[in-house]
Nanobody
Framework: QVQLVESGGGLVQAGGSLRLSCAAS????????MAWFRQAPGKEREFVAVSTRRGSWTWYTDSVKGRFTMSRDNAKNTVYLQMNSLKPEDTAVYYCAASLKDCLTYECYSREYNYNYWGQGTQVTVST
């Protein structure tokens, strides 16, 4: 069993920055691919970024490339999402997720059904 707790959300003006954190407890953190998803009001949850097991690879959805950076600190069992140049369309609840699935492709990592554990979410609101 893994527990995930997100923090760092808030209200920020367009063009601003936020850093989200996700602290994991439970079994070996290195065994998990860790991802960020988000869900905007009235929309389905969508993939944002993933850090594969042991942080070997990091992939991003196109809409955040060049603006968001995901990192993981295996010693602290924590992943981060540094969000810069925020836009109003980034407004959403951001979720951290952990996967034991042995994905080999971006498409696999981007599917939420491949994730075993989820955090409770943290709200990010970007104002104009």
């Amino acid at each position: 069993q893994v527990q995930l707790v997100e923090s760092g959300g808030g209200l920020v003006q367009a063009g601003g920055s936020l850093r989200l954190s996700c602290a994991a407890s439970g079994r070996a953190f290195n065994d998990y691919a860790m991802a960020w998803f988000r869900q905007a009001p009235g929309k389905e949850r969508e993939f944002v970024a993933v850090s594969t097991r042991r942080g070997s690879w990091t992939w991003y959805t196109d809409s955040v490339k060049g603006r968001f950076t995901m990192s993981r600190d295996n010693a602290k069992n924590t992943v981060y999402l540094q969000m810069n140049s925020l836009k109003p369309e980034d407004t959403a609840v951001y979720y951290c997720a952990a996967s034991l699935k042995d994905c080999l492709t971006y498409e696999c990592y981007s599917r939420e059904y491949n994730y075993n554990y989820w955090g409770q979410g943290t709200q990010v609101t970007v104002s104009t």
